[in-house]
């Protein structure tokens, strides 16, 4: 039997173990890493994975895209695609920072408790590397989404962004500094997804309560202080005051298996491309 090769990498000077070990227990036969990896340098990579294998042996080698900087895996991943010519290629996931495998858990969760359709999404944090995929899921769930961000620009470009993504997205940009701000942006919000980064709070639990609207509160951050004051990391699907709550830890058991099944799918075909939309539709099948 072909073994399964999977080429990772990462844009970070060390390839994350994280993203190692998820590939390992995935049940690949061979990992091949690299660390600090950029348009310029990895078309020799690309190449001695594209014509080491021909026919359908090369649904057998795939390409995951890592690192700590999203915008330059998702430079490293055009570049990588650019080196792609007919049959001959190979599947490729780009997921760094977890951005898609994260968003798709916390997407994923709310909605069994929520129907997107009728729904306002309030994502803090909404200009980050996951907070812009979980803006970006929502949209085609054909949910309407505001995204939050202490800085009104950047808010404007993540909605022009999703916007050419996903036509007819009822997007919006909030610019957040205070509590009293973060109250008006949940006006008529049912779900806040907070996104930011590690051990900064967003969200009081006082102005959390004051949201007569919201029915499902998830904060992916995990460091203390956690993003949404009230939410532990454990939470999942935690009913408290009216508002159903998940954690970090509570979305993430779902976010690894969304990583696992992903992995597994690269190896089914050698033409695939997982990126938000992709990752989502298969987080759905779990």
Known sequence: MTAKILLQLDTDAMPSSFDAVVAVDSGVDHLLSHGGVTPDNVTSLVHGVMFTRGGDHLRHTAIFIGGSDVS????VAAKVESCFFGPVRVSLLQDASGCNTTAAAAVISAAKHVD???STVCVLGGTGPVGKRVAEMVAFEGGRVRIVSRNLQRANDAVAAITTRVPGSR???????GPSQTAECLVGCNVVISCGAAGVLLLDENTMSSAASLCVAIDLN???PVGI???EPSHKAKELNGVIRYGALGV???KMKIHRAVIHALFERNDQVFDAKEVLAIGKTI
């Open 72 to 75: 330059a895996a998702e430079m």
């Open 116 to 118: 997107y359709k009728d």
């Open 171 to 177: 997007l919006e940009a909030s610019c957040v500094i």
């Open 222 to 224: 995990a460091v203390p």
């Open 229 to 231: 004051e009230g939410i």
């Open 252 to 254: 993430g058991g779902l």
